[in-house]
């Protein structure tokens, strides 16, 4: 039985339905800055038989001034709950998508496989492709079914502060935002610009060739460069809250360098503390 872990294609989606196999979709559609439109958007229409997971509600915990950034991950319980309302069990394969080149639906991805269910892939091209292949949106809500789903929590997949400031020290430590925010030029979001002092730049965004992932082969050039040294599996990656670096933990790993870690409170956590160091500039 064919398995997909990373990306999955519009065809291999129609092929995994075809098979009747125990599919679960979860509509991952999100914007920061209309935090209703992902909501609204799956409403207007959506793949059939999908779920709506809200980044700020669901695939987020509390926000606690002056101690976590913008996205913290949510508690396990609470999201084994979620899951298990989809109807996820040990056997299911899980597909996520969104409308935004897998930016929302890859922290999605992760955490499924931070909860230690591995089959969860993130459908390449999205809704879009999906659309553009002849899907027909629906607007029917599926039933919750509560499954039995156990977690197997992989706090190896995770560093925290302290740990990723050694990376950084080290050269293992990656930006996934744009240059303009890594080197400080600009920060439309946060309050304060810059990075974490040695941390690498690697735009999650450089994965995608408009909203579909680059070939596997550009990829394993890309992340190889990267990696150059050391394993996948020594190395972390942040963005500003803890959503698109997820994007290159997922690329990573479908190019064949699996085990990069999350720094999951990211920029937007580090700065909370005045204490932390702040890096301006390309180095």
Known sequence: MVTYRTLVTVDELQSLADQQRELVLVDCRFS?????????????????????????????GPVVAGRTGRHPLPDPAKLTHLVGSWGVTETSQVVVYDDAGGAMA?????LLRWLGHEDVAVLDGGFADWVAAGGAPCREIPTLAISVFKPKLRSDLLVDAT??????????????????????DEEPIDPVA??????????????LDGLRFRSKAQLEARYAE?????????????????VTACH????????????????????????????????TGAD
């Open 248 to 279: 290159d933990i997922l690329a990573a790993a479908h190019a064949g360098f699996d085990g990069v870690k999350l720094y999951a409170g990211s920029w937007s956590e580090w700065i909370t503390d005045p204490s932390r160091p702040v890096a």
């Open 32 to 60: 920061l800055g209309d935090p209703a439109a992902g909501r609204r958007a799956y409403e207007d229409g959506h793949i059939p038989g999908a779920h709506y997971a809200d980044l700020n509600r669901q695939l987020s």
């Open 226 to 242: 990267a990696f150059t040294g050391t394993e996948a599996s020594h190395c972390a990656v942040y963005c500003g809250s803890g």
């Open 106 to 110: 890859s922290r999605a991805w992760w």
């Open 163 to 184: 740990q990723a400031s050694s990376l950084a020290q080290q050269g293992r430590l990656f930006d996934a935002r744009g240059l303009a925010r890594f080197r400080g």
């Open 194 to 207: 810059g990075h974490i002092p040695g941390a690498r730049p690697l735009p999650f965004a450089d994965n």
